[in-house]
C-alpha cells in the first residue's frame, strides 16, 4: 500500500514484478497445453482476448471453457480442469513471503498480510510464528477485514494484530463478474452497518503510515 513515486526506490519491486508476470505466463501456457492434451481446442491467445487488459489468470479460462461450451458454469472450470489436482492444473511457483516484504519494504510500502484466513493447514501457533517472522522483515498490517472471514476470523486477527503491534486493514475482494456475490467495499464482518469497510479503517492506517 502506499509506493512512493520514486521510480528508482521502486526498482527492485518493479523487476520482482516483472519475474512473476513472465513465472504466470509460462503457467499459463503450460495450462493451456495441457488442455490441449485433454482434447480441448484452445488456444493461449484465446485467453488473452478474454482477458483483455488484465493479467491472464485461471478465471479466464474458465471464460474461455464456457464460451466453447466445454462447461456450463465457469466454476466447473476449477473442479474438473485448472483446479488445484486437477489435470490441467499448473502449481505457481511463487517468491517467499519474506522475500516480498523484504522488497516492498525497500520500495517505501506500507506492508499488509492480505486475507489471511485464507490459509489451509496453517495452525494458530504455526500462523503466528510466520507473522512473527514477517514483522521482523517489515511486515505493516493484517488484513483483518476480509469477504471470506468469519466472525471468528475478525476477533482472532484483531488479536493477533494487537498482540504483534501491527496496523489493521480490510478488502472486500471485490472482482466484478468473477465474484458476483461480493460487493465493493462489503465484508461478512465489517466494522460498521451493513458490513461495509469504514472509512475509520483508512484513517488509523493512514495515520499508522505518517508516523512510520
Same mark, same amino acid.
Given at each position: 500500500l502506499?509506493?512512493?513515486?520514486?521510480?528508482?526506490?521502486?526498482?527492485?519491486?518493479?523487476q520482482a514484478l516483472k519475474e512473476e508476470r513472465e513465472k504466470r505466463e509460462q503457467r499459463n501456457l503450460l495450462m493451456t497445453e495441457k488442455l490441449r492434451e485433454l482434447g480441448i481446442d484452445i488456444k493461449y491467445e484465446e @485467453?488473452?482476448?478474454?482477458?483483455?487488459? *488484465?493479467?491472464?489468470g485461471r478465471p479466464h479460462f474458465a471464460q474461455l471453457l464456457k464460451e466453447k461450451r466445454v462447461i456450463s458454469q465457469e466454476k466447473e472450470a476449477f473442479y474438473r480442469y485448472i483446479g488445484k489436482d486437477c489435470p490441467a492444473y499448473v502449481e505457481r511457483r511463487q517468491i517467499l513471503p519474506e522475500q516480498g516484504v523484504e522488497i516492498l519494504k525497500k520500495s517505501g510500502a506500507v506492508i499488509a498480510f492480505a486475507h489471511p484466513g485464507q490459509l489451509k493447514d496453517c495452525s494458530p501457533e504455526e500462523f503466528e510464528k510466520l507473522v512473527a517472522r514477517l514483522k521482523e522483515c517489515g511486515l505493516d498490517a493484517?488484513? @483483518?477485514?476480509?469477504?471470506?472471514?468469519? *466472525?471468528?476470523?475478525?476477533?482472532?486477527?484483531?488479536?493477533?494484530?494487537?498482540?504483534?503491534?501491527l496496523a489493521v486493514t480490510g478488502g472486500s475482494d471485490f472482482h466484478g463478474a468473477h465474484k458476483p456475490n461480493i460487493r465493493l467495499g462489503h465484508v461478512l464482518s465489517g466494522s460498521i452497518k451493513e458490513n461495509r469497510i469504514g472509512y475509520d479503517i483508512y484513517a488509523r492506517l493512514n495515520e499508522y503510515r505518517l508516523q512510520r
Open positions: 502506499w509506493l512512493p513515486a520514486d521510480k528508482q526506490k521502486i526498482a527492485p519491486f518493479e @485467453v488473452t482476448r478474454i482477458a483483455g487488459n *488484465a493479467v491472464v493484517l488484513e @483483518v477485514y476480509h469477504s471470506s472471514h468469519t *466472525a471468528a476470523n475478525v476477533r482472532y486477527l484483531k488479536e493477533t494484530a494487537k498482540k504483534y503491534g
